[in-house]
Every structure is written in C-alpha cells, then in structure tokens.
C-alpha cells in the first residue's frame, strides 16, 4: 500500500525535488544549522517556496534514510522528530511493511501541525486500528482535532478540511460505541451546515452500520427536514421511504 503523505500535488514535488538536488544542494548544506532553501524553481510561488521546500526537503531525506538503510535505521533517526512531515514519512514506509502501530500514528498526530501532510492519510489509518485500544484512539484523534481547530492559517481550504476532520471524529465515536458523543458532534455540524443534507446522511450512515438503528430513524428525519427546508422534494421522498422501510425493521 502507497500511503499519502502531502497534499501537495506531483509537479510542485518533482520541482521542488529538482531544485533540492540542484548542484550545490546537498542534506547537509540544507539544514546546516537552519534549514536555508535554494532558489525557488519557476513552478513555485517565491511566498510559498521556503515552506515547501523544508516541507519535501524534510521528507525526502527520510525517505532516502528508509530506501538506504531500512524502516528501523529511519525510525530511529526521526520517529521523535518535532516535525510532522518527518514522523509521517517514517510511519507511511511502516505502514506498507505492516509494521504501523498506535504508538508511532500518534507521534505524526502530535506534532506541530504542518498544512501540507495529508493527515486524512493518517486519521484513516487511526481509525482502522481503534479496536486495539478505543480510549486511545479517541484521545490521540481529539487531541489533534483541537490542535486543527486551534490552527491559524491562511492556507487556502483550511476551515474545510478542519471540518473533515470534526466528522471523522464523529465516525470515530460512532465505531468506539460513544454514541451520546457522536450525536453531539453530529449535531453540531448539521447546524452549521445548512445548506445541505450531507451530515445528517452521514450520521444516519454510521449509526446504521454500528446497528444503532433508532439513532439512524432519528437522523433519516432530520435529513427529510432539512430537504424540505431547502426545497428538495425529491430528497425529501427517498429519505422518508428509508425511514418507512427502517421502521419497518424496528417494528
């Protein structure tokens, strides 16, 4: 498995990497003390460039630790590091030799937050091993919900995939059995989001597959509400016919 570690897209990568490999460039002029970016390429805003280039500079070099000396030599020298795209890339390479455990996703989830790793990846990830330990789990995914929420940024989208990472949350409480938590954060954002059905669709969702099926009915109704609210009748229909249909269960 491939796992996604940045958000930046493959042609700011392989310029950055160009211009990081430059003659001149080396690892060890790099970060020697601070890390000193070379010029930007063409490709890159000269704004933006200096973060960018530590960002790939910082995971490139791990990554050329892992393909030289392995996993273990790499997680020695950066699963502590202070810098989220380092611990990431650690944990993406321990993720697809099976070897990704809790200890080292929470590692990449506290640290400093850096907008341009992919922390869906991640969040994903923590998700799909919270049977492990469910309190830890939600520990370590609240605790980087509040560092989110906590962000001041100005990369673009932000508040978005802030609340990407709120509903997953919710998913979280819904498959840890915290059912009363899940609905509150469900509640949350359905009154933020007035405009659409789409929490209340993912609410009903989750709890359906979680066999909570008297929150599901509940959810499917506020769904119905809000699609008539907005004027969508044909919404409104389908929603209230997969009410019928779950009541029907219940009964």
């Given at each position: 498995m491939?796992?996604?570690?940045?958000?930046?897209?493959?042609?700011?990568?392989?310029a950055?990497?160009?211009?990081l490999?430059?003659p001149g460039?080396?690892?060890?002029s790099?970060f020697?003390?601070d890390?000193?970016?070379?010029?930007a390429?063409?490709?890159?805003s000269?704004?933006?460039?200096?973060?960018?280039?530590?960002?790939?500079?910082r995971a490139e070099?791990?990554?050329e630790v892992v393909r030289?000396?392995?996993?273990?030599?790499a997680?020695?020298s950066?699963?502590?590091?202070?810098?989220?795209v380092e611990v990431?890339?650690v944990?993406?390479?321990a993720?697809?030799v099976?070897a990704?455990?809790?200890?080292?996703?929470?590692?990449?989830l506290?640290?400093e937050i850096?907008?341009y790793?992919?922390y869906?990846t991640?969040?994903d990830?923590?998700?799909?091993?919270?049977s492990?330990d469910?309190?830890?789990?939600?520990?370590i995914?609240e605790?980087?919900?509040d560092?989110?929420?906590a962000?001041?940024?100005?990369?673009?989208?932000?508040?978005?995939?802030?609340?990407v990472?709120?509903?997953?949350?919710?998913?979280?409480?819904?498959?840890?059995?915290?059912?009363d938590a899940?609905?509150e954060?469900?509640?949350?954002r359905?009154?933020?989001?007035?405009?659409?059905?789409f929490?209340?669709?993912?609410?009903?969702?989750?709890?359906l597959s979680a066999?909570?099926l008297?929150?599901?009915?509940?959810?499917?109704g506020?769904?119905?509400e809000?699609?008539?609210?907005?004027?969508?009748?044909?919404m409104?229909?389908?929603?209230?016919?997969?009410?019928?249909?779950?009541?029907r269960?219940?009964?």
């Amino acid at each position: 498995m491939r796992v996604k570690v940045s958000w930046l897209s493959a042609d700011v990568v392989r310029a950055a990497r160009r211009a990081l490999s430059a003659p001149g460039c080396d690892w060890s002029s790099l970060f020697a003390p601070d890390f000193r970016p070379p010029a930007a390429p063409d490709e890159v805003s000269a704004e933006r460039w200096p973060r960018i280039a530590e960002h790939v500079a910082r995971a490139e070099r791990v990554s050329e630790v892992v393909r030289a000396s392995g996993l273990e030599a790499a997680a020695r020298s950066y699963a502590s590091s202070s810098h989220a795209v380092e611990v990431a890339t650690v944990a993406a390479a321990a993720e697809e030799v099976g070897a990704l455990g809790l200890d080292l996703l929470e590692l990449v989830l506290a640290c400093e937050i850096d907008e341009y790793v992919a922390y869906g990846t991640f969040l994903d990830l923590l998700a799909g091993k919270c049977s492990e330990d469910p309190d830890r789990a939600i520990a370590i995914y609240e605790s980087f919900c509040d560092a989110v929420l906590a962000l001041d940024t100005d990369v673009p989208m932000w508040g978005e995939r802030a609340n990407v990472v709120r509903d997953g949350l919710a998913d979280l409480y819904v498959r840890c059995g915290r059912m009363d938590a899940a609905d509150e954060v469900f509640s949350t954002r359905h009154g933020e989001e007035r405009g659409n059905v789409f929490i209340s669709l993912s609410a009903s969702r989750a709890f359906l597959s979680a066999g909570a099926l008297s929150r599901a009915l509940e959810w499917l109704g506020k769904g119905a509400e809000r699609a008539r609210a907005l004027g969508r009748p044909q919404m409104e229909e389908k929603l209230v016919k997969k009410q019928e249909a779950l009541r029907r269960r219940l009964s």
